[in-house]
């Protein structure tokens, strides 16, 4: 984005920048340690889809993701942004010219094009705000993890359809997946549930309110090979069917559950 132009910048204004080219410089550096371990370390596993920074340095509150060709840099609101002691325009001044300064260094130790790299911003949450639909372009990748594919959108939503930090997480309930009936609540896009399949479920349920997602889920499991018959997907409110009595069925009741409820939802 173009910087505001001012006639004479203030002494806080000046400091502002300093500041926020330091800590540009300190996730440059950190970026620089980080990629050096996770290069090889990614290209043994096959990933295409990682994790290069998370939040590593106090002042510097971002998280960065690799999805193949792409980079996705969220920010987190600082405090400094709402100290009202300081002009407006200042604030807005420092956090263009460090994310312009982040982009910079990613494009740079990346070898990566500026328009390949996407910023998204996280607030605190609070009240009936919640994140909606942020563009309509339904432009998806498919990026590999653990042997699998997966569809991200990486514009038109603040999360991207594949939580990354859950990795470990899913290689586990494939592990533990052979021959049991998984329960998936607040399913997402289904990323549980293709690990589950493919480490060998009987069978799984695999629960979430939203129709995008259960369809997009839908579509990961098609990606995947997955035989739908013994893979059911159910649009339901989790707690509201967990409080009802649910008719017996052939193998009633499941050996593995999956429970991974949204940070904040209205």
């Known amino acids: 984005a173009p910087r505001p132009s001012y006639a004479a910048p203030t002494p806080a204004a000046a400091e502002g920048a300093q500041s926020a080219l330091q800590r540009a410089q300190l996730f440059r550096n950190r970026l620089r340690k980080n990629l050096r371990r996770l290069r ?13 920074y998370d939040s590593d340095i106090p002042e510097v509150r971002l998280i960065v993701e690799r999805y193949g060709e792409f980079l996705v840099v969220w920010e987190y609101a600082r405090r400094a942004e709402f100290d009202e002691s300081r002009d407006e325009d200042e604030r807005r001044s420092e956090r263009s010219e460090f994310l312009s ?4 260094a990613l494009s740079e130790e990346c070898g990566q094009p500026v328009d390949t790299i996407l910023v998204k911003r996280r607030e605190r949450q609070r009240g009936s705000a919640q994140y909606q639909k942020v563009a309509n372009t339904q432009r998806e990748i498919v990026v590999g993890e653990g042997g699998h594919r997966f569809l991200v959108n990486l514009y038109d939503y603040l999360d991207t359809g594949l939580f990354l930090d859950h990795r470990a997480t899913r290689a586990l309930v494939q592990k533990l997946s052979p021959g049991r009936r998984v329960l998936n609540l607040f399913g997402y896009t289904g990323s549980f549930t293709v690990y589950a399949a493919a480490g060998g479920a009987s069978g799984s349920l695999t629960i979430d309110l939203s129709n995008t997602y259960l369809d997009w889920a839908e579509r990961n499991l098609h990606l995947n090979g997955i035989d739908r018959s013994r893979h059911r997907l159910l649009r339901d409110d989790v707690l509201a069917w967990l409080r009802e009595p649910q008719p017996p069925q052939a193998g009633d009741g499941f050996d593995l559950i999956v429970l991974d409820p949204p940070t904040f939802s209205n």
């Not at 090889?40 to 290069?52: D, E, F, I, N, V």
């Open 40 to 52: 090889p370390w990614a290209q043994r596993l096959g990933l295409q889809a990682y994790r290069l």
């Open 101 to 104: 300064a982040v982009v910079g």
